[in-house]
């Protein structure tokens, strides 16, 4: 069983920045693709980054390539993702997820969200 606890969200301006924190724990941590979702008032959940576990790629969604980097430090066995040239439609619940795999389409394991709300 794994277990999911981000940290960081909170209120910025436009043109600022955020680092989220992920805590996870459990069993074969360093093994799991990690990522963050967002879901957005009227949209569905959608993935924003996530990086394997196995090689330690990257993806990201293409609304926040270059804006946004993910990051993790299997010692402390913490996720990041560090948000910069944040904008009104950034704004949402962010969820860390983990799976065998990093995928689009869901994850195995949830955190419970944390708020990011962008001013304009």
């Known amino acids: 069983q794994v277990q999911l606890v981000e940290s960081g969200g909170g209120l910025v301006h436009t043109g600022g920045s955020l680092r989220l924190s992920c805590a996870a724990s459990?069993?074969?941590?360093?093994?799991?693709?990690m990522g963050w979702f967002r879901q957005t008032p009227g949209k569905e959940r959608e993935g924003v980054a996530c990086i394997s576990g196995k090689d330690g790629a990257t993806y990201y969604t293409d609304s926040v390539r270059g804006r946004f980097t993910i990051s993790r430090d299997n010692a402390k066995n913490t996720l990041y993702l560090q948000m910069n040239s944040l904008k009104p439609e950034d704004t949402g619940v962010y969820y860390c997820?983990?799976?065998?795999?990093?995928?689009?389409?869901?994850?195995?394991?949830w955190g419970q969200g944390t708020q990011v709300t962008v001013s304009s």
């Open positions: 459990g069993s074969g941590l360093d093994d799991l693709g």
């Open positions: 997820a983990a799976s065998e795999l990093c995928k689009w389409s869901g994850a195995d394991y």
